[in-house]
């Protein structure tokens, strides 16, 4: 069913879910209703983005408990989001409507810590089925992520299905992926096998839709193999997001398990710097819907398109900075022991930097503070472990000829080999071959054509990553690390010291002049009076770098 309604300033809201009875749409769809206080705008601007990292390490899970957002850097101000924070009634009439348990919260519900208030059997709108009758106090009812060693079955269980008592919990090892038993059968079958056979599929019923109790949906922003993707703002935070929600029907489907394994992949990958993040994922109406990091830049892919009815083309530098980000992206990834398997242009997400936004985790060796734009890895949908993997080919434009032959031994590489050709299309190639015998000369090594000038290292560098045999491409850590993409990040920061170097110097002759002519002024010499230039410098060199140098330097005309 479609909705169209136009509130207040003129937002018009689309809906079109088939599965909520047109009172419950009303009520949703009006955000006037949801918070009498808020004031919405469409404007790109109204709305904080989502916040692009948590320092202070809270899980998603965890943050989605939180009634305001005290532990986001991107908190709303009265001004940036008029009306957020939600005033407080409005804010209990939200936390009184119970929510579908996604499968972390539906873990700790299982065992609720001590303190916690247990719902009663009638206050819990979702039913989550197993098939029929599902019994929700039962920790079996719990899907396994096959990407963690840890999973929380592993930890509660025996291999003969008993559940573990407290030494045995401790004295559990991690195994390692597709090796485990599962803790209910008696003979051994892979973990992906019993995975395929016995899936814990999230279903609701009779309850009101997550997606429009807790959203805003403001326009649809994307659309593909899985499903569509929406922008969002969440009405308690107010911050934006990507909600992606599965095609339908879902239950037993293939986009099932990818939405699964989507889902599994985010809640292991979701806190690097150059991996889009996850904050939540819930089943609705047969629909995986996906809660994900807002990125305000949309995918290279729609970079590229908008640059090509322009007639612009990415440059060098630029480049390399793609490169150098997704690699460290892939780096984290691989370091998990996970492939992506479906590195492309429209798979790799853009967020411009807020001017003002100093904040920066990197740990030094992946430094990205002096770029303007933040590329992140996403659409996690073909995710898999690099040893014992269920591949599920990707865009065929972007596959390595061993994914093609099923030798799966250097899966890493075949990331590689994706992000050279991405790179190559991000630098102008034309569209690339799905087959035929132009897909296999590019596999034999040779770069599709680049309308424009490259420096031979770089080019060099694209050519070794689609190099034919995948124990030539460099892994992606070496990548993150070679000094033709280095020198991009490096020469940024340089020429940023020498800006902060002559800026200080322009604040300090400034000051001079003033005192000058203070001094003349007044018939007095004052310039014994004022600090030497080496005394500015040591005094004033730390607190001058940035633009508030005027402000920084603080020292008195004596007897002026
Ligand atoms: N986190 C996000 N921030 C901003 N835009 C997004 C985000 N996620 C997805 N989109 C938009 O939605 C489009 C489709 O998203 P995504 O790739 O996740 O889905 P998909 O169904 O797997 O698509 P495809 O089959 O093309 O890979 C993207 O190309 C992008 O334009
Ligand atoms: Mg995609």
């Known amino acids: 069913m479609m909705f169209a309604t136009a509130c207040g300033s003129g937002l018009v809201q689309r809906l079109d879910f088939s ?189 009101v839709s997550r997606y429009k109790t807790e959203f805003l949906e403001i326009e649809k922003i994307g659309a593909g193999e899985f499903g569509s993707v929406y922008k969002c703002v969440k009405r308690l935070d107010g911050c934006l997001y990507a909600i992606k929600r599965s095609k339908k029907p879902l239950a037993g489907s293939t986009d099932e398990q990818l939405a699964l394994k989507e889902v599994y992949a985010h809640a292991v990958l979701g806190h690097h710097p150059h991996v889009v993040r996850y904050y939540s994922a819930w089943a609705e109406d047969d629909h995986m819907i996906i809660q994900n990091e807002y990125c305000n830049g949309g995918s290279l892919q729609d970079l590229l398109t908008q640059n090509k009815k322009r007639g612009i083309l990415i440059l060098e530098q630029e480049l390399k900075e793609i490169l150098l980000q997704v690699s460290m992206g892939l780096k984290y990834i691989h370091s998990t022991g996970l492939v992506h398997m479906d590195i492309k242009p429209s798979n790799i997400f853009i967020c411009r930097k807020i001017v003002g936004n100093e904040e920066d985790e990197s740990d030094g060796e992946d430094d990205t503070s002096t770029a303007s734009l933040l590329y992140k890895i996403g659409d996690l949908g073909h995710v898999t472990a690099a040893t014992n993997p269920q591949v599920e080919e990707g865009d065929s434009r972007f596959l390595a000829n061993e994914i093609l032959q099923e030798d799966y031994s250097h899966l890493p590489k075949a990331d590689i080999f994706a992000l050279g050709l991405t790179i190559a299309v991000a630098a102008g190639a034309g569209p690339l071959p799905c087959n035929d015998e132009n897909w296999h000369h590019i596999r034999r090594g040779s770069i599709p054509e680049i309308p424009q000038q490259l420096s031979s290292a770089f080019h060099d560098l694209l050519k070794v990553l689609i190099h034919p045999d995948p124990i030539v491409r460099p892994p992606a850590a070496a990548l993150a690390k070679n000094p033709v993409l280095r020198r991009s990040v490096g020469k940024a920061a340089q020429l940023q010291k020498q800006l902060n170097v002559e800026k200080f110097k322009t604040a300090m002759l400034e000051r001079e002049l003033k005192a000058a002519k203070l001094a003349h002024n007044s018939g007095k010499d004052v310039c014994s009076d004022l600090p030497s230039k080496q005394d500015l410098i040591c005094s004033g060199r730390k607190r001058l770098v940035g633009g508030k140098n005027s402000r920084s330097l603080s020292f008195t005309c004596g007897g002026c």
């Not at 119970?98 to 303190?115: A, V």
Request: net charge neutral.
């Open 19 to 207: 599965c909520v009875d047109d009172d419950n749409a009303e009520d949703f769809q009006s955000p006037q209703k949801c918070n009498s206080q808020q004031t919405w705008r469409t404007s790109n601007n109204t709305y904080p983005i989502t916040p692009q990292r948590n320092e202070r390490g809270h899980s998603p899970a965890l943050e989605d408990t939180l009634e305001l957002s005290p532990y986001s850097d991107y908190s709303p101000t009265q001004e940036e989001c008029p009306g957020s924070p939600l005033h407080y009634n409005a804010m209990k009439k939200l936390k009184l409507c119970d929510t579908p348990y996604t499968p972390k919260s539906l873990l700790y519900k299982t065992f609720p810590s001590p303190g916690t208030r247990v719902p009663c059997r009638g206050q819990r709108l979702l039913r989550f089925a197993a098939g029929t009758g599902a019994d929700f106090d039962d920790p079996a009812l719990v899907n396994i992520n096959p990407f963690t060693p840890d999973t929380y079955r592993q930890m509660q269980f025996l291999p003969n299905g008993k559940r573990k008592d407290r030494e045995d919990s401790c004295r559990s090892e991690p195994a390692k992926y597709g090796e485990r038993e599962h803790p209910g059968l008696q003979s051994k079958v892979k973990l992906f096998d019993w995975l395929e056979n016995m899936r814990f599929v999230l279903r609701e019923t009779n309850m």
